[in-house]
Nanobody, 126 residues
Framework: VQLQAYGGGLVQAGGSLRLSCVAS?????????MGWFRQAPGKEREFVAA????????EYADTVKGRFTISRDNAKNTVYLEMNSLKPEDTAVYYC???????????????????WGQGTQVTVSS
């Protein structure tokens, strides 16, 4: 499955952005748990948020909990990341990913994800 992430941009601290990630295959998308990760310059890629295939279960990194919301619309093959109260430390390239294993739970480890989008840049100015 191919993933296309978009919605990044430049925003001031305290602002909001919504990222979207569209999957090429509807037949498989709605069976995949999905995740968002981010990578800042000079740092390793890190987990941000994940959602189960049904959308009923979510998981967040402590650094974004209460500020970011992950959701999905299986009818549109799309997963979203709503980001509020953005901070300069949220600046990174954001990647969406799909877990193609058929798991019914969400996972936070980067290694568990099989398919990756190309990334979208989010820059938060102070």
């Amino acid at each position: 499955v191919q993933l296309q992430a978009y919605g990044g941009g430049l925003v001031q601290a305290g602002g909001s952005l919504r990222l979207s990630c569209v999957a090429s295959s509807k037949r498989t998308f709605d069976s995949y748990p999905m995740g968002w990760f981010r990578q800042a310059p000079g740092k390793e890629r890190e987990f941000v948020a994940a959602v189960s295939w049904s959308g009923r279960t979510t998981e967040y990194a402590d650094t974004v909990k209460g500020r970011f919301t992950i959701s999905r619309d299986n009818a549109k093959n799309t997963v979203y990341l709503e980001m509020n109260s953005l901070k300069p430390e949220d600046t990174a390239v954001y990647y969406c990913a799909a877990d193609g294993s058929g798991r019914t739970i969400v996972v936070v480890r980067l290694e568990e994800y099989d398919y990756w989008g190309q990334g979208t840049q989010v820059t938060v100015s102070s």
